[in-house]
């Protein structure tokens, strides 16, 4: 629990509906981050075209054809973008598992709100960039929990492997972290 004031870097034309002052946001495991919303968005044709699918072998497939050049320049960028969408897919899914392992108690990345503090906002204000996008200040009552992404397992690991190594971002040693992302579930009033 807490009532200390905390910031959500919101990416305008992503849920403005509930982003204005004065507004009260229930954060449960109903709420779908819209980090995570993207993301099935990108993942649905491929559930489409080839049903439950290992994203390992995926990956490794899209990877050899990389590597291959088999791409041509036309389609080029669209590959490089689903091949990227499979690679956060695949580290929030070991993320999600890593969680239910090693930190059962603290909130989904994929049913949260991601906030930070005052000292990190610059740094997660650059990350959104391009600015599209609105700060806002919020009263928050709840389950936080608090990490950094530098704590990330490396997307070039199997999904097993990042499961395992998610043990650092779930179990984080705050000391070592160059900046902090607070994943949060509850109640949030927006105050500014």
């Given at each position: 629990?807490s009532d200390d004031i905390l910031y959500h870097i919101h990416r305008t034309g992503d849920m403005d509906?509930?982003?204005?002052?004065?507004?009260?946001?229930?954060?449960?495991?109903?709420?779908?981050?819209?980090?995570?919303?993207?993301?099935?968005?990108?993942?649905?044709?491929?559930?489409?075209?080839?049903?439950?699918?290992?994203?390992?072998?995926?990956?490794?497939?899209?990877?050899?054809?990389?590597?291959?050049?088999?791409?041509?320049?036309?389609?080029?960028?669209?590959?490089?973008?689903?091949?990227?969408?499979?690679?956060?897919?695949?580290?929030?899914?070991?993320?999600?598992?890593?969680?239910?392992?090693?930190?059962?108690?603290?909130?989904?990345?994929?049913?949260?709100?991601?906030?930070?503090?005052?000292?990190?906002?610059?740094?997660?204000?650059?990350?959104?960039?391009?600015?599209?996008?609105?700060?806002?200040?919020?009263?928050?009552?709840?389950?936080?929990?608090?990490?950094?992404?530098?704590?990330?397992?490396q997307y070039t690991l199997s999904f097993d492997d990042q499961v395992e190594q998610s043990r650092v971002?779930?179990?984080?040693e705050m000391e070592k972290a160059k900046h902090k992302e607070i994943l949060f579930q509850g109640k949030?009033?927006?105050?500014?």
């Open positions: 629990m509906d509930l982003w204005y002052v004065g507004n009260e946001i229930i954060v449960d495991d109903n709420f779908q981050s819209q980090f995570y919303v993207q993301l099935l968005k990108q993942e649905f044709p491929l559930v489409q075209r080839y049903g439950d699918y290992d994203i390992d072998d995926l990956i490794s497939t899209m990877e050899e054809m990389k590597s291959l050049n088999f791409m041509k320049s036309n389609v080029d960028s669209l590959f490089h973008k689903l091949l990227y969408c499979c690679y956060s897919l695949r580290r929030e899914r070991a993320l999600e598992e890593g969680r239910k392992i090693f930190s059962s108690n603290c909130p989904s990345r994929m049913h949260s709100i991601f906030l930070t503090g005052m000292d990190d906002l610059s740094y997660w204000e650059s990350y959104v960039g391009n600015r599209s996008f609105q700060r806002f200040s919020l009263n928050c009552f709840g389950n936080l929990f608090v990490s950094s992404d530098s704590f990330f397992p971002y779930w179990i984080p949030a009033q927006i105050i500014a």
